[in-house]
């Protein structure tokens, strides 16, 4: 026996056949798009979830940076503590009421990329108040209440907020854009540039796009749904930049104390030694001549026994501030070893050097120094790059047979060696 909708169906005449499979196709296109606009609403939802979550990983990494391998660094502890910031907003837009998410949850937002801010201002540098910022934030989220209680209006709602957070944005793309360098601050400001245009777009055509009583994550609104998606997006590639910027810093900072000296802060040991290597390479190649200068503190030993080391070292620290002061942009200080430093010059012959030699000698004797700081003088010994010289080597010899000169004549006196 046929079953009893095929019986029907077969009694149906033609014309009304088709009628039925018109309206039949209607109503699954109908119930098509509700699923479609119901999917993505739910995905816009899950969506920003995981972006968030994403965040708060890398939050968890930048703050985990702050203080890396004893270099510490100003601005993760900001940018770690944002992300955190807009998971608590994130979760209160997903609870029941209007008002909680106007407060609580845009204010959690805004703190978000406050902080945001607030990191990249303090790991560039620059000065950062946080009382306008709060006075900003605290009209705001009083226009969005009243917007919300006394006269309700979504899209007034979104004008206020999404003004006030593209100030901030704003702010935060114009810092990068005048005080970052490197390729990872360019990607930031690159997603905070893109969020500054979309918070823009969004706050400005709230009025042509939505109705009063459009919701937040309305799945229905294309607009709202590429304002919400891509927002989420760029927070997450800015702290892709933080993150990259952060670890650029430490590499700068490990590549500085692999290079310099911890007392002084001049070129080291190694690092002189490699610059003179590069520049008599570039001797034999271009027949540009170098000098170099071997300086020694006189009676160094006494001074730390009698002051002790704790002067000594500041006793170091003077005399390599009048150093570098006296010496030419192009040229270079180093620390050779104990209290003995060296100084390469380029491109210079042995009658400027005599007088730069001299110069810096007379610096250091003249010293400004309190009650309590002992006086000091410098002995120094000078030399000329000369033909035939295949390795850097016999300048250096040179250089300290010069020094010893300058010491049995009775220190405080520049000799040379040619």
């Not at 070292?313 to 501030?321: A, C, F, H, S, W």
Request: charged share 20%; net charge positive.
């Amino acid at each position: 026996m046929d079953e009893p909708h095929c019986s029907v169906a077969a009694e149906i005449p033609p014309e009304s056949s088709s009628q039925f499979d018109t309206n039949d196709a209607h109503v699954q296109k109908c119930h098509f798009s509700s699923r479609a606009i119901l999917m993505t609403s739910l995905d816009l939802r899950s969506f920003v979830f995981l972006a968030a979550l994403q965040c708060v990983v890398m939050g968890t990494v930048l703050l985990g940076l702050r203080n890396n391998a004893h270099v510490p660094i100003p601005g993760p502890r900001h940018w770690g503590v944002a992300p955190l910031l807009a998971l608590v907003s994130t979760i209160v837009y997903g609870l029941n009421g209007e008002l909680l998410s106007v407060t609580v949850g845009n204010g959690f937002l805004m703190g978000a990329t406050l902080a945001l801010l607030a990191g990249t201002k303090h790991f560039l540098g620059r000065p950062w108040r946080w009382r306008p910022w709060l006075t900003l934030m605290a009209v705001c989220l009083w226009s969005l209440i009243a917007f919300t209680v006394i006269w309700p209006d979504y899209r007034a709602r979104m004008l206020i907020f999404g003004m006030s957070m593209a100030v901030i944005c704003a702010a935060h793309t114009r810092t990068l854009a005048l005080y970052s360098r490197g390729l990872p601050s360019r990607l930031m400001l690159a997603a905070m540039g893109w969020q500054t245009f979309v918070l823009l777009a969004r706050a400005l055509s709230t009025y042509w796009i939505d109705s009063p009583s459009t919701g937040r994550f309305d799945g229905g609104s294309l607009f709202q749904a590429i304002y919400i998606g891509t927002y989420s997006f760029s927070i997450l590639v800015v702290l892709v930049g933080a993150q990259l910027m952060v670890n650029e810093r430490v590499r700068e900072k490990f590549e500085y104390l692999a290079t310099h000296d911890d007392l002084t802060g001049v070129l080291n040991r190694r690092a002189i030694v490699r610059q003179i290597d590069q520049e008599h390479q570039r001797w034999l190649n271009e027949g540009r001549g170098y000098a170099l200068m071997l300086l020694d503190l006189d009676l160094f030993k006494r001074i730390n026994d009698t002051f002790g080391h704790q002067v000594g070292d500041q006793t170091l620290i003077r005399v390599t501030k009048a150093l570098t002061q006296g010496l030419r942009n192009t040229d270079s200080l180093g620390r050779y070893g104990g209290e003995e430093f060296i100084a390469l010059l380029p491109d210079t012959d042995m009658s400027a050097a005599l007088s730069l030699a001299e110069r810096l000698r007379k610096m250091v004797e003249q010293m400004p120094r309190s009650g309590d700081e002992p006086a000091c003088t410098v002995s120094i010994g000078l030399t000329v790059v000369q033909g035939g010289e295949k390795t850097p080597g016999a300048v250096l010899l040179r250089a300290d047979r010069a020094l010893y000169k300058a010491k049995d004549a009775g220190r405080n006196l520049v000799a040379i060696v040619r």
